[in-house]
């Protein structure tokens, strides 16, 4: 087939899907999509003889699945997910994932259905204009009219998603347009120029030439944009301690010299510079304001696009542009290694010493079961290929804390936006990006109770996950706050229930564990089992995870 030759506009949307290289389309069923699933499993023909379908479907429970796996693709194989969500209510079950992927950069193609444009106004069943609603939280949000332009329009949007700094774009196509062959025209896409500016680099330079405490922050950005080769070489060549966040664990393997994560407090109080690479100033970096207020600490932000510059506090210098370049261009500009050995082996002793110390908590005998002892027992069952995802409050804050990944690109958290959720469909990307690799997925029993349901698309889909549960019986990073803001708590309580035999039920196994000499060999069953094996913790609902402030 040409590209000329007429084709309905769910068959122009996937082949601009596939020549994107996309191998997945995350959905649930909707009338007014149903010629995407035709495109995606090549048609009625190819679907009786059992014929091998051009694209892999994968229908969930929940729409905000389909988007939390899409964005989940994204972030695992750095070119945009895809999900096709019905009109109306399809698209606002998605609202939430959508936001998620905009506040993450993670690279996302969400098309809708939408009513027919002739009947537009009249009250058609589903009819709500949805790029309004999706606007501020995408990159773009279109309506296509025009039969003929649908592949050029998909085209566009994968482009745009998977371009720096990443995102989602969403397009709805009303019923009419895209049930409606028509020859389609072809779009245009043109590569950006990402060179990082010369003066911007010599300027980032200098400011690290006549640094004595420097420490180098690494986010999701990194991965994202390719460059954790190019950090690596960055602080090797330079000599500069590091701290991982994000996509970017992983960066520097655990037992690297300059990983100094565990020592992330001290760093940020005593250095003189910090550089923050491939991730923004937010909350989770105090802002960007680091020492005291009598020495504040200088700043370097290096972005992948110039839109991700901070801007909200004072900067030193920075730089933007394709983050290897300006790994490498920096690198470069510095030439020689910094003398600051005494500096970054006082960091790395200090994470050695909070490691250490985090020993007696892993090894933890308490009954009730202390959640610590649940990543004593779990360390060592990771392989260096292990996707991990955390999906919870208190629970993933200890699996930060406890788990520090080989490789980048393997450790899925929920990121600054922070939604409840994401676990099922996250494991469910992870499962099909790495089918050869174990996929550790970690809830709490609030977080799962958001999407329990789809453990029903992992069974159906033979995606095994062993899934780890901590019970704490209630929402524990909203409980304990409340109580430190109020001295009491309200509406942070949930039941011990047994998760497990949701799971069961759904066609999964599982069990409760409630001796944590048992917790070992639960794991050894869940990460074998070859189906969806939820372990049920019950932890101790007394126990919060350390934290200085409440993230607000
Ligand atoms: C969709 C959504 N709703 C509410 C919140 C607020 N919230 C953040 S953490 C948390 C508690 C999570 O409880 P759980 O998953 O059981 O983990 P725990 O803290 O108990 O380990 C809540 C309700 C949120 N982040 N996302
Ligand atoms: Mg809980």
Not at 126 to 135: A, I, M, N, Y
Not at 349 to 366: E, F, G, H, R, T
Not at 526 to 542: C, I, K, Q, R, S
Request: proline share 7%; net charge negative.
């Amino acid at each position: 087939m040409t590209d000329t030759e007429a084709t309905h506009g769910g068959q122009q949307a996937v082949d601009a899907a596939l020549a994107h290289g996309v191998t997945t389309m995350f959905t649930l069923s909707g009338a007014h999509v149903f010629p995407l699933y035709d495109a995606a499993v090549g048609g009625r023909q190819t679907v009786e003889s059992g014929g091998l379908a051009p694209m892999r479907l994968v229908d969930v429970r929940h729409e905000q699945t389909a988007v939390f796996a899409a964005e989940a693709m994204g972030k695992l194989t750095r070119s945009p997910g895809f999900a096709v969500v019905t009109a109306g209510p399809g698209v606002t079950n998605a609202v939430s994932a959508i936001t998620g992927a905009y506040v993450n950069g993670s690279p996302l193609v969400v098309i809708g259905g939408r009513a027919p444009d002739a009947r537009w106004g009249t009250g058609a069943l589903q009819e709500l204009d949805h790029p309004p609603l999706v606007e501020s939280v995408t990159k773009s949000a279109t309506t296509v009219h025009d039969a003929a332009s649908v592949r050029a329009a998909v085209d566009d949007a994968f482009t745009i998603a998977g371009a720096a700094h990443r995102g989602p774009v969403f397009l709805d196509i009303p019923m009419d347009v895209l049930f409606t062959p028509a020859a389609p025209t072809l779009g245009t896409s043109t590569a950006m120029d990402r060179s990082p500016d010369d003066g911007d680099i010599d300027s980032v330079a200098a400011v690290i030439r006549s640094a004595s405490r420097p420490v180098v922050v690494l986010g999701s950005d990194v991965w994202a944009d390719g460059a954790e080769n190019a950090a690596r070489a960055f602080v090797d060549a330079l000599g500069l301690p590091v701290i991982a966040n994000g996509m970017a664990r992983g960066v520097l393997p655990p037992d690297h010299p300059l990983l100094v994560t565990r020592a992330r407090s001290l760093a940020f109080k005593q250095a003189d510079l910090v550089i923050v690479a491939g991730t923004p100033l937010d909350f989770r970096l105090g802002y960007g304001v680091f020492g005291s207020p009598e020495s504040p600490t200088q700043v370097v932000h290096l972005a992948d696009s110039a839109s991700q510059v901070a801007t909200h506090t004072a900067l030193a210098a920075s730089a933007h542009g394709d983050l290897s370049r300006v790994f490498t261009a920096i690198a470069e500009a510095v030439s020689d290694p910094l003398a600051i050995s005494a500096w970054s082996d006082e960091l790395r002793s200090a994470a050695l010493a909070a490691i250490a110390a985090d020993a007696p908590m892993l090894a933890s005998d308490a009954d009730p079961i202390h959640p610590a002892r649940i990543y004593g027992e779990l360390q060592p069952r990771l392989s260096d290929d292990t996707v991990v995802i955390g999906d919870g409050g208190d629970f993933v804050s200890f699996a930060g804390r406890f788990i520090e990944p080989a490789t980048p690109g393997r450790w899925l958290d929920p990121g600054p936006y922070g939604c409840l959720g994401t676990g099922p469909g996250y494991a469910m990307a992870a499962r099909i990006a790495h089918p050869d690799s174990p996929v550790v997925l970690l809830m709490g029993d609030g977080a799962a109770g958001f999407s329990l349901m789809d453990i029903d698309s992992l069974v159906r889909q033979d995606l095994p996950v062993a899934i780890v549960v901590a019970n704490n019986s209630g929402w524990g990073l909203e409980r304990h706050p409340m109580r430190f803001l109020y001295g009491y708590d309200v509406a942070a309580d949930l039941a011990p229930t047994p998760y497990e035999d949701v799971v069961r039920a759904l066609g999964g196994a599982g069990e409760s564990v409630t001796n944590p000499g048992d917790i070992g060999a639960a794991l050894d069953r869940a990460l074998a089992a070859g189906v969806p094996y939820l372990v049920n913790v019950h932890t101790d609902p007394e126990i919060a995870y350390p934290r200085s402030t409440t993230g607000v």
